[in-house]
T-cell receptor, first 116, second 117 residues
Framework: AQTVTQSQPEMSVQEAETVTLSCTYD???????LFWYKQPPSRQMILVIR??????QNATENRFSVNFQKAAKSFSLKISDSQLGDAAMYFC?????????????FGTGTRLTIIP | DAGVIQSPRHEVTEMGQEVTLRCKPI?????LFWYRQTMMRGLELLIY????????DSGMPEDRFSAKMPNASFSTLKIQPSEPRDSAVYFC???????????????FGSGTRLTVV
């Protein structure tokens, strides 16, 4: 079974600064997807960014980028130019590409606070 | 598209009562997931359907929980009888899976916050 570990329960960053959230995972598979989801106080789960394991290039979405290290099974999220609206819980998640195994396995989350 | 629609948004019920949570997935999506979120256990999968067929229900806590997907546009999660430990936020999510591709990701509903007193 796959597991996802987020070792930072809480992080804080000054507005406009850069912060990196860590995520490691354990799997015996070679083909999978990785995600970062954001959950603001409204509790809506919002997809931030996704990475396909077969792609070596790190995914980017505007101010959000990942550092995907497949051999190390590491998938960190970097948020540049942090904004007050970035304050939320951030969840790392894993999904197999195996047919019939579509579920997302989530980490325990990192609560990000933005300091004005 | 209005996204994944869940109802009700909040539910407060007394212990022992039956609770039914509802979900309408995004039109065209062929997979539907029910997740539960608690402080103690985080986000955990309860069950998921593909083409209306339950594929993995290993996360369903016990016989008090049941889920159905009678058609591609509707699913229910029922708890009978409810207990205080069932208090949580229940999310429904849907996605489109094509063979081994996964072009559009998951879309989550806004969740139902269930409180059993």
């Amino acid at each position: 079974a796959q597991t996802v570990t987020q070792s930072q329960p809480e992080m804080s960053v000054q507005e406009a600064e850069t912060v990196t959230l860590s995520c490691t995972y354990d799997t015996s598979e070679s083909d999978y997807y990785l995600f970062w989801y954001k959950q603001p106080p409204s509790r809506q789960m919002i997809l931030v960014i996704r990475q396909e394991a077969y792609k070596q290039q790190n995914a980017t979405e505007n101010r959000f980028s990942v550092n995907f290290q497949k051999a190390a099974k590491s998938f960190s999220l970097k948020i540049s130019d942090s904004q007050l609206g970035d304050a939320a819980m951030y969840f790392c998640a894993y999904r197999s590409r195996a047919f019939g195994n579509e579920k997302l396995t989530f980490g325990t989350g990192t609560r990000l606070t933005i300091i004005p | 598209d209005a996204g994944v629609i869940q109802s009700p948004r909040h539910e407060v019920t007394e212990m022992g009562q039956e609770v039914t949570l509802r979900c309408k997935p995004i039109s065209g999506h062929n997979s539907l997931f029910w997740y539960r979120q608690t402080m103690m256990r985080g986000l955990e999968l309860l069950i998921y359907f593909n083409n209306n067929v339950p594929i993995d229900d290993s996360g369903m806590p016990e016989d008090r929980f049941s889920a159905k997907m009678p058609n591609a546009s509707f699913s229910t999660l029922k708890i009978q009888p409810s207990e205080p430990r069932d208090s949580a936020v229940y999310f429904c999510a849907s996605s489109l899976s094509l063979d081994r591709t996964f072009p559009y990701g998951y879309t989550f509903g806004s969740g139902t916050r269930l409180t059993v007193v």
